[in-house]
């Protein structure tokens, strides 16, 4: 039996709705094991339904006080 890692995707987002449910979309669908993926939404505090959507997908959701990507991804980092 094939033993798979345990995978961390983190997405820095700020105001992303019209891209994220693609993303995501194309995320659930890879073959790949549900129980050994996560997805890390790290939100530049949105004022669209970025993080709306990032919760229908069942994303662990922080949020970015600074609104650099570079902190986003530092901050996902932290938390995967």
Same mark, same amino acid.
């Given at each position: 039996? /094939?033993?798979?890692?345990? #995978?961390?995707?983190?997405?820095?987002? $700020? &105001?992303?709705?019209?891209?994220?449910? /693609?993303?995501?979309?194309? #995320?659930?669908?890879?073959?790949?094991? $549900? &129980?050994?993926?996560?997805?890390?939404?790290?939100?530049?505090?949105?004022?669209?339904?970025?993080?709306?959507?990032?919760?229908?997908?069942?994303?662990?959701?922080?949020?970015?006080?600074?609104?650099?990507?570079?902190?986003?991804?530092?901050?996902?980092?932290?938390?995967?």
């Amino acid at each position: 039996m /094939r033993k798979y890692p345990f #995978v961390s995707l983190v997405v820095p987002t $700020k &105001n992303e709705e019209k891209n994220l449910s /693609r993303l995501l979309e194309s #995320v659930v669908k890879i073959d790949y094991p $549900k &129980n050994k993926l996560e997805i890390i939404i790290v939100d530049g505090y949105s004022t669209d339904e970025t993080v709306a959507i990032a919760k229908r997908y069942n994303a662990r959701i922080f949020y970015n006080p600074k609104f650099i990507r570079g902190a986003g991804c530092q901050i996902g980092l932290e938390k995967a």
